[in-house]
């Protein structure tokens, strides 16, 4: 059973920055394995978006709306993925998640190809 833990949410004002860290039990963050690695987020009334993700070997990809702003990455050696936010918006206000798994097809963000998520880091971003 992998374990994922999200820190570093925060309430930040408009134009802001934040890093978002998952540290995860299990080596998901290996480069040289199979794993997928994603960050979601689900604002109230809405549903989960997937925002940005990462295969073993470096590769990402992230949605059109934080495209620029948002920046996923590893350190291996501390088996922690993170999520380094610019230009914060009120509309980046959210539950943000972590996620883990080994789809076929990665990065990817649907939120069925994961199986391990993290119980979330809040980002409240006032105008």
């Known amino acids: 059973q992998v374990q994922l833990l999200e820190s570093g949410g925060g309430s930040v004002q408009a134009g802001g920055s934040l890093r978002l860290s998952c540290t995860s039990s299990?080596?998901?963050?290996?480069?040289?394995?199979?794993?997928?690695m994603a960050w979601f987020r689900q604002a109230p009334g809405k549903e989960r978006e997937g925002v940005a993700s990462?295969?073993?070997?470096?590769?990402?990809t992230y949605a059109d709306s934080v495209k620029g702003r948002f920046t996923i990455s590893k350190d291996n050696a501390e088996n922690t993925l993170y999520l380094q936010i610019h230009s914060l918006k009120p509309d980046d206000t959210a539950m943000y998640y972590c996620?883990?798994?080994?789809?076929?097809?990665?990065?990817?963000?649907?939120?069925?190809?994961?199986?391990?998520w993290g119980q979330g880091t809040q980002v409240t971003v006032s105008s």
């Open positions: 996620a883990a798994g080994v789809p076929y097809v990665c990065p990817t963000l649907s939120g069925f190809d994961y199986k391990y």
């Open positions: 990462i295969r073993g070997f470096g590769r990402t």
């Open positions: 299990d080596d998901y963050t290996n480069t040289g394995s199979n794993s997928c």
